[in-house]
Nanobody, 127 residues
Framework: QVQLVESGGDSVEAGGSLRLSCTGS????????MAWFRQAPGKEREGVAR???????IYTDSVKGRFTVSRDSARNTLYLQMNSLKPEDTGMYYC?????????????????????WGQGTQVTVSS
């Protein structure tokens, strides 16, 4: 059974940094696309960053220049380095994967393009 487990969420002040981790089990290097999403209370789940099989990254505009997504394939772990955090970055952060396809266009950061999800880790940024 394929599982994703996130960790690293915390409460920080604005301007601070956090590194989230997402460790996968039950699969090998067949994963095509992995992504980070976040969801604030009362809001829809939002795609934050995606890393494809060739380690090409894509970010939503609001985090460009502040967040970096990376992967350690040997550890089956996806990371999200978050710097210069803002209160609007607050939310539950989820790791997601699609083992068979890496979509383009409007599907790049669409939740429907991913079929494996972790349970989430909470990030709270105070002003």
């Amino acid at each position: 059974q394929v599982q994703l487990v996130e960790s690293g969420g915390d409460s920080v002040e604005a301007g601070g940094s956090l590194r989230l981790s997402c460790t996968g089990s039950g699969y090998t290097s067949s994963t095509q696309c992995m992504a980070w999403f976040r969801q604030a209370p009362g809001k829809e789940r939002e795609g934050v960053a995606r890393l494809d099989y060739y380690s090409r990254s894509i970010y939503t505009d609001s985090v460009k220049g502040r967040f970096t997504v990376s992967r350690d394939s040997a550890r089956n772990t996806l990371y999200l380095q978050m710097n210069s955090l803002k209160p609007e970055d607050t939310g539950m952060y989820y790791c997601a994967a699609n083992r068979y396809a890496c979509y383009s266009g409007s599907q790049i950061l669409a939740p429907s393009a991913y079929n494996i999800w972790g349970q989430g880790t909470q990030v709270t940024v105070s002003s």
